[in-house]
């Protein structure tokens, strides 16, 4: 050591006080440095690894420990009967995990599908991804393109490309411990072949999820109630915190949307560690499963008359809803045009990509495919309004309907010259008769005498500005307009008796869904009720049920007079049994339907022709004196019907035939309710 220290000096400078040159005198400060740091790092080593040698083991395992999530079937979905809507069927996926490819730098890494973003230098500004990556990508590709089941016709899915794996990959540089889902739906032997080579592709996996899949029970398709799932977008990454991962799917519209808490289920957990078997160390709980109070075969008559009655008079878009009119149970409800839920999920054949955008491409503007018109497309109700402005005459008072009449001439001077959609004049008309005929006139001098404050008032008594509370997503509230909406919105000086007059035939500041006329039909159908439309009719865990969701909206009972319902279901009743009548045409002679039926037509005159009907079945000749009893005696009345076709012309000829095909569904041929009472678990 001595002889070490004490080397001869090198070439330098003489120094007097020492005899060596400079360079030799750093080189012995910087060897003092050099053997003090090497004393503290073998000191740290060993304290490291004698004194903490378990502590620091069980560190470095923890480290290695992964703990991956084991996927929950989602709950199914039955229409009313049992018949499935929605189900799973387990599958075999790969996925990898980045962080444990070949090779494995940390990213973001420049994918090859992607065009390069170049730094100032005009260099890419990312590496190229591990070669791990192409390694992986490109033996999963091999194995699964040349399995039986891929190649079979028609495939499931289209061949793998390589590529796409490496940008799904590179896609996972902010997370790369997460698992990455490379290949979807493998068969046995696939998942045999890739199993052989786990051991040369570190990070590759093969694990079970269960996949969404779609039936259409009865031919039924109601795409925009029953919804369908996808991938989490970019600007829902919030939901990682609420357990959700990259490669999970969610409920996107209907009762996949509103009730994602229920279906989702829970997630299980897998922990591995090294060198030992995986463990479960919580199993995944399964989604509830969801009871519609849909009935496909319903549901399927209305689709398709639906799309038969927009297409027959080159409507942009219908709508239709039948429901229970006591319990607001929703028996079928349409939106038209739709697409089919199992074209949205991931994975899906090329082919379904075609079918959407033909639907996508026919008007797109007019049809607005996506929105379930039924619940979210408001439209001026029309005629239709004409119940509301007749109840809230009779029960205001402002008529009395035994002496109360006006002569139509066709015309009316208020301010400007008011026509009546029969140019020629409706005569003498009276209380039932201006609901059955449908005039203009009469309805405009009720709406004067009721005015601003008592249309308004019965307006939203009959649930019209507010949501009915339906548990679909995106419910549209409507519109009922005041003197102060008039004056900030529209820029009118106020409210005058032509408003009334015009809010009265459901014109003006006044817009509803199909869904809110139907609610409204249900209040005369059922005598006072205003019910919350209802989509699931019950909720079960393993089979068991649980409790239903809480909901925005209570039923309203609204008190109305036994006349005032004798009179309205009466002008109604006309509508369908008079020749007079606007919609007698859609139930007579061939068109009949073996229950009597009481209705309105209507037909907005405003922007585009809006035809609408709604109707409630079947109609019992009541006493006037008492019509509420009537109808608990006789179970009477079973089913309340709304059509609305958007741009479709007169409410009597394309929406009519809408709801009469409904009616013919929904009844046999001696007027039986075919409806079954109860929704099945
Ligand atoms: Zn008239």
């Not at 239709?320 to 074209?343: C, K, L, N, Q, R």
Request: glycine share 10%; proline share 8%; charged share 20%.
């Amino acid at each position: 050591m001595d002889e070490y220290w004490q080397r001869p000096p090198a070439e330098g400078p003489y120094d007097a006080s020492t005899g060596r040159g400079w360079r030799a005198q750093r080189t012995r400060w910087f060897r003092w440095v050099f053997a003090a740091a090497l004393f503290v790092i073998l000191g740290k080593l060993w304290l490291m690894q004698v004194v903490q040698a378990d502590q620091w083991r069980e560190a470095s395992e923890r480290a290695l420990v992964l703990n991956n999530a084991l996927p929950a079937p989602r709950g199914s979905i039955y229409d009313r009967n049992g018949r499935l809507y929605a189900g799973n069927h387990p599958d075999w996926i790969a996925v990898v995990t980045p962080y444990n490819v070949k090779g494995f730098t940390f990213g973001p890494w420049q994918s090859p599908l992607d065009e390069p973003e170049l730094d100032d230098k005009g260099e890419p500004r990312y590496p190229d991804p591990p070669p791990g990556f192409e390694e992986v990508a490109y033996a999963v590709a091999d194995i699964v393109n040349s399995s039986a089941s891929r190649t079979s016709n028609p495939p499931s899915a289209g061949p793998l490309d390589p590529y796409e794996i490496i940008d799904t990959l590179c896609g996972y540089s902010f997370d790369p411990y997460r698992q990455a889902t490379i290949a979807t739906d493998l068969d046995h032997e696939t998942v045999m072949r890739l199993a052989e080579r786990f051991h040369d592709l570190p990070g590759l996996e093969v694990v079970r999820r269960y996949r969404r899949s779609y039936s259409h029970p009865q031919e039924s398709n109601a795409f925009h109630q029953i919804g369908y799932v996808g991938p989490i977008f970019e600007d829902q990454k919030y939901l990682y915190d609420e357990g959700y991962g990259p490669s999970d799917i969610i409920g996107k519209e209907g009762v996949e949307s509103y009730y994602e808490k229920l279906l989702r289920g829970r997630k299980g957990r897998q922990v591995k560690r090294p060198r030992r078997p995986p463990v479960v160390d919580r199993p995944p709980l399964p989604g509830h499963d969801l009871t519609l109070n849909i009935d496909a075969r319903i549901q399927a008559a209305m689709e398709a008359s639906l799309a038969r009655n927009v297409e027959a008079v080159n409507g942009d878009a219908g709508a239709a809803v039948a429901m229970d009119p006591h319990t607001g149970a929703i028996y079928a409800i349409a939106s038209y045009p739709a697409f089919h839920s199992e074209w949205f999920l991931p994975d899906h054949p090329p082919e379904f990509d075609s079918l959407r955008s033909a639907i996508e491409a026919a008007r797109p503007t007019e049809r607005l495919p996506y929105q379930n018109h039924a619940t979210k497309s408001k439209r001026a109700p029309a005629s239709t309004f004409k119940i509301v402005a007749l109840t809230a005459a009779l029960e205001e008072g402002v008529i009395d309907p035994t002496t109360y009449g006006v002569h139509c001439s066709g015309h009316m001077e208020l301010g400007t010259v008011r026509y009546c959609w029969q140019k020629h004049g409706h005569g003498a008309v009276g209380v039932t008769r201006s609901l059955t005929e449908s005039c203009n006139i009469f309805y405009y001098n009720v709406g004067i005498r009721l005015g601003q404050e008592r249309l308004l008032k019965w307006a939203h008594r009959f649930g019209f500005g507010e949501k009915t509370g339906v548990d679909l997503p995106g419910e549209h509230p409507g519109l009922v307009g005041d003197e102060a909406y008039l004056v900030n919105e529209l820029g009118e000086d106020g409210w005058f008796d032509g408003h009334s007059a015009n809010m009265a035939i459901g014109q003006g500041p006044i817009e509803a869904t199909a869904l809110q006329v139907a609610v409204m039909t249900a209040v005369i159908a059922n005598g006072g009720k205003r019910v919350v439309p209802q989509v699931v009719a019950r909720i079960t865990d393993a089979g068991e049920p649980v409790p239903p969701v809480k909901r925005e909206q209570e039923p309203v009972l609204i008190d109305l007079k036994p006349s005032t319902l004798y009179y309205v279901r009466a002008g109604m009743r006309g509508v369908v049994q008079y020749p007079a009548g606007t919609a007698f045409a859609a139930f007579s002679g061939e068109n009949s339907v073996p229950v009597s039926v009481a209705g309105k037509t209507g037909s907005s005159e405003s922007g585009t022709d809006d035809a609408w009907f709604t109707c409630y079945a079947p109609y019992r000749h009541m006493d006037p004196s008492n019509p509420v009893s009537a109808d608990q005696a006789s179970g009477a009345p079973k089913i309340v019907v709304t059509a609305l076709i958007i741009a479709g012309g007169h409410g009597g000829d394309s929406a009519a035939p809408v709801a009469r095909d409904v009616i013919r569904a929904a009844f046999d041929d001696e007027g039986n309710f075919l409806v079954s009472s109860q929704a099945t678990p």
